[in-house]
């Protein structure tokens, strides 16, 4: 497994969701990790960061105070916690890791397989 994305679904607005990405051991140890996000005839679009070292984190502005990304460094995971769903945050969602601390996708080096998230309004 590289990185493996799961815990989409389809939730009413205003719920939860927490999206969960297993990464390989050698590649979570050295990289800084990410989530982002594609929504039909959209580009893809940088939701949060996580720093490898410090724990850093970085929001876009449309998910900041909602969603919350953490990493389990005992079990090379990273988690994003998404609360107050919207409809507008419907897309499929990508976890990503690199060695470039960016919010633009071309900057980051590995992807997982995304997980569609739909929120029904």
């Known amino acids: 497994v590289q990185l493996q994305a799961s815990g989409g679904g389809l939730v009413q607005a205003g719920g939860s969701l927490r999206l969960s990405c297993a990464v390989s051991?050698?590649?979570?140890?050295?990289?800084?990790m990410a989530w982002f996000r594609q929504a039909p005839g959209k580009e893809r679009e940088f939701v949060a960061a996580i720093t490898y070292r410090s724990g850093l984190r970085l929001y876009a502005d449309s998910v900041k105070g909602r969603f919350t990304i953490t990493k389990d460094n005992a079990k090379n995971t990273v988690f994003l916690q998404m609360n107050g769903l919207k409809s507008e945050d419907t897309a499929v969602y990508y976890c990503?890791?690199?060695?470039?601390?960016?919010?633009?996708?071309?900057?980051?080096?590995?992807w997982g397989k995304g997980t569609l998230v739909t929120v029904s309004s």
């Open positions: 051991e050698h590649i979570f140890s050295i990289n800084h």
């Open positions: 990503a890791a690199g060695q470039n601390w960016s919010r633009e996708y071309v900057e980051w080096s590995y």
